[in-house]
């Protein structure tokens, strides 16, 4: 008995001394998808999509450890709302999730030719002949651009060697926009596009042009899909508002 007991205790001391690989259970290894899921269908459950006739199209890992990203269409908007690995917490809004080591540098921008966006139908603002011209696809209808024209008219008035080339992209969500992008590029009128900024009805167009529709056509081409878009000299894409220090400030800077 005392040498059965004996055998045992030195088994297992010999187990305890030896790595367990061959015994390991299950554990998290470096992709957290090892130990954490989110289904699509879980996730609109989740969201209870269905109230809200949307639905999730994509899941995945978020930049921060976490956070699954999940992205969302309902009608044709789409849209990326965030929800946290122990499924209890919804984070929404614009986040942007910037890499400690990219502080301080510019920020990396898609670029496009220039040399295929045609500048004849454009509003320009500014000398047309300036050094450095910039391209905006802009929509009448839509604040964030009226906001960014008072910015371009800031930069004009400091800077001669600035121009800005605008082209009139109206989105479908604004019904309205398009009949006054036409009267616009008609007129090539920098007036009238600052009176369809500030909300006052504009006469219809006084010309049957086609560059509107070119102007949507090309938008897609480039991979355009709202206003303002903001194409500097050098190609770079910026989509959306930036005042007039940041975009002095991305001018002056080069990628790395």
């Not at 205790?9 to 989110?38: I, N, Y």
């Not at 905006?136 to 964030?144: A, E, G, I, K, T």
Request: positive net charge; charged residues 30%.
């Amino acid at each position: 008995m005392l040498r059965y007991m004996a055998g045992t205790v030195l088994l297992v001391l010999l187990l305890a001394s030896t790595p367990a690989l061959a015994f390991q259970g299950k554990g998290c290894a470096g992709d957290c998808r090892d130990c954490h899921s989110l289904t699509r269908k879980e996730a609109d459950e989740l969201l209870k999509t269905r109230k809200f006739n949307a639905q999730v199209t994509d899941i995945r890992t978020s930049p921060v450890k976490g956070l699954w990203a999940v992205e969302i269409m309902q009608g044709d908007q789409k849209f990326k709302v965030f929800i946290d690995y122990g499924k209890e917490y919804l984070v929404q809004g614009r986040i942007s999730f910037v890499p400690l080591a990219e502080i301080g540098k510019p920020p990396k921008l898609r670029k496009v030719d220039t040399q295929k966006i045609p500048l004849d139908d454009a509003i320009v603002v500014g000398d047309r002949n300036a050094a450095n011209r910039f391209i905006v696809f802009d929509d009448p209808d839509c604040p964030y651009c009226a906001k960014f024209h008072k910015e371009i008219k800031k930069i004009v008035k400091e800077r001669k060697d600035i121009a800005f080339f605008i082209k009139l992209y109206p989105l479908p969500t604004h019904p309205e926009a398009y009949s006054k992008s036409k009267a616009i590029v008609c007129a090539k009128s920098v007036k009238l596009l600052e009176d369809a900024f500030a909300g006052k009805k504009l006469p219809p167009a006084e010309c049957d042009t086609e560059a509107v529709d070119d102007n949507i056509r090309l938008a897609k081409e480039l991979g355009i899909r709202g206003t303002p878009a903001v194409i500097f000299p050098d190609g770079r894409l910026f989509p959306g508002y930036l005042d007039a220090k940041d975009l002095l400030q991305l001018l002056e800077m080069k990628e790395e």
